[in-house]
Each structure stands twice: as structure tokens, then as C-alpha cells.
């Protein structure tokens, strides 16, 4: 099998030459696409520097789901992997990949593809990830991880790429459109991916309002305006206020924050639930994809090819 790895990056040079370095390592016989969006720190100079890269689009949208479909454009493997630039892949990532891409599903699924654990680099050690899977209306979703994971190109293909409406949840939203159309997303511990970060834990102020539209609009897009769609969206808004309100007690925030939070959860929800309708009405394939990968040709701006 040809393998394509499309790595999307963002103002992040000095991560990235860290990942295509690992790449290089651990999967030399890979395809490599580097999507670069609009970096101001010598992102471009640096990926035409190297000789590892085969092909570096350039995009002019701050969107992880256009640099997605923009790799998936230029890829010619038949089978796509997307790793994140913040990450490193690991000793046995790409047989772990081949592996579990070529395996047969026992449940009667097709196999659209593999994905793994994150290990993440701590002070006090290294943390890990467990595979995430629940079953949503009859649907066995797998989630993954959209900074590590390959597709079978006709299962990528299969439910038109990434949905370019949202900025966050991408991955989410296609584990959802994945299980609609039963391809199974397998899960592989040797699969495994590395991030090293800072002592803070990385931690970054949330987005409530579009994290809260985000999943407002991918439940109801796949789902409908059902009872166990409202007690989702629901119940996430309660387990986040209640562990703000913890915040507040514990004077890590301020009253009027977790108000402000509560108003941005409250009008993102509403805002995602309604544009989520309105793509389920605009595209009533299982796909569910208004907004992929084949509905434009004009995400490059420049494109550096170096394959023969």
C-alpha cells in the first residue's frame, strides 16, 4: 500500500521540523504533504530546505479542516494519514498504521481507518490516551485523534473529507459521519505519537462559544432535533458549569467570567444547532458534509510538487 502523511501546520517552524524529523526516521517511505497556512515565522523557507517533503500547498485560511481537505487534494497514497505539526510519531508508528489498515474488522464493518494513543511529556512523567468509543443512536462511534490518523482514500473520500464550517471538532464530527456509514476507525497502541509540553500542561483559555456551537452543530447535522441530542448538549453545558462554578469557589475564577462563559456556551449552542439543521437539510446523504472536501477547487494558493 502507498501511504500519503499530510501534515497541516500553522506558525509553528520549529515544531514542525521536529515532526518531519520523526517522519523521516520512522516512515521514510512515506509520502509527505505539508499544508502550511498563513505562517509569518519562515515556515515556507524552511519545508523547501528539506528534501523530505515531497509536495508544500500553501493556503491563505486560519482553518485546521481547509488544510485537511487541501492535503487531501494533493495526496496521491491510497491510504491518507494526517499528523499534527506539534507532534512526533514514534518507533513503530508506521507498522502499527500498515498494520492495522490492512486488518480484517471481525463486526462487519469496513475498515476506514487506524488511529492511536498520544503520549504527552510531563514533569512529573508521561501521560497516555485510552481508546474513546460510544454508541450514539444505534452508531458505535470511534473517536480519534485528527493529529493521528490514516483513512483508506475511499473512506476519506467516502464521506467528502473534513466539514470546513467548523474550526474545532472536525475530527469529531467525522468519527460521527464515519460510523453513519459503518467504517470502522481500529484503534493500534503501537500507533502512538509524541508531545512534549511545558510544565503548565499546555493548557490554553477555552473557546465556550465555539466549542459549545461546534457541538451543537455537529450532533444535530448527523443527528436531528431529538430528546437525546438536547440531553447531550445539556449535560455537557451542566458538567462545565458546575466545574466552573468549582473555579469560582476556588477563586481560580472570577463570577463575572463564569457568566460571560455561560453566555458564550448559550449562544454558541443556539447559533451551532441552527446552522446544524440547516446543513442536515442541505446535504441528506450520510455524509452529511455541506461544507468537504469535494465542494471547492481553490484552497492552494501556491503549490511547491516535487514528485516526478
Not at 499528523?83 to 471481525?106: K, M
Not at 455537557?236 to 466552573?244: I, K, P, R, S
Request: hydrophobic fraction near 35%; glycine fraction near 12%; charged fraction near 30%.
Amino acid at each position: 500500500m502507498d501511504v500519503s502523511v499530510v501534515v497541516p501546520t500553522l506558525n509553528g517552524r520549529e515544531q514542525l521540523g521536529a515532526c518531519l524529523d520523526a517522519l523521516a526516521a520512522n516512515a521514510p517511505a512515506a509520502e509527505v504533504v505539508v499544508v502550511n497556512g498563513p505562517s509569518a515565522d519562515g515556515t515556507s523557507g524552511m519545508v523547501r530546505d528539506r528534501d523530505d517533503v515531497d509536495v508544500l500547498v500553501e493556503i491563505d485560511e486560519r482553518n485546521i479542516n481547509v488544510a485537511r481537505n487541501a492535503g487531501l487534494d494533493r495526496a496521491s497514497g491510497d491510504v491518507i494519514a494526517f499528523v499534527d505539526y506539534s507532534l512526533a510519531v514514534e518507533d513503530g508508528w508506521f507498522t502499527a498504521l500498515r498494520e492495522g489498515i490492512a486488518a480484517v474488522p471481525t463486526d462487519g464493518d469496513h475498515r476506514g481507518g487506524v488511529t492511536g494513543p498520544t503520549h504527552r511529556q510531563l514533569r512529573a512523567g508521561v501521560t497516555t490516551e485510552n481508546e474513546e468509543v460510544r454508541e450514539i443512536r444505534g452508531r458505535e462511534v470511534r473517536y480519534f485523534n485528527g493529529g493521528n490518523v490514516a483513512f483508506r482514500r475511499e473512506a476519506i473520500e467516502g464521506i467528502d473529507g473534513f466539514d470546513e464550517y467548523l474550526r474545532t471538532g472536525g475530527a469529531r464530527d467525522a468519527a460521527h459521519r464515519l460510523a453513519g456509514l459503518d467504517y470502522e476507525v481500529a484503534w493500534r497502541s503501537g500507533m502512538c505519537v509524541r508531545r512534549e509540553i511545558e510544565a503548565d500542561g499546555g493548557r490554553k483559555e477555552r473557546d465556550w462559544r465555539w466549542r459549545y456551537r461546534s457541538l451543537a452543530y455537529r450532533l444535530v447535522k448527523n443527528y436531528g432535533f431529538r430528546p437525546g441530542v438536547v440531553y447531550r448538549l445539556l449535560r455537557h453545558a451542566g458538567t462545565d458549569a458546575v466545574e466552573g462554578l468549582r473555579g469560582v469557589a476556588s477563586g481560580d475564577r472570577s463570577p463575572s467570567s463564569w457568566l460571560a462563559s455561560g453566555r458564550d456556551v448559550v449562544r454558541g449552542g443556539f447559533r451551532g444547532a441552527a446552522e446544524g439543521f440547516l446543513a442536515r437539510l442541505r446535504d441528506r446523504d450520510p455524509r452529511r458534509n455541506p461544507s468537504g472536501w469535494s465542494r471547492r477547487t481553490d484552497r492552494a494558493v501556491t503549490v511547491d510538487d516535487r514528485r516526478g
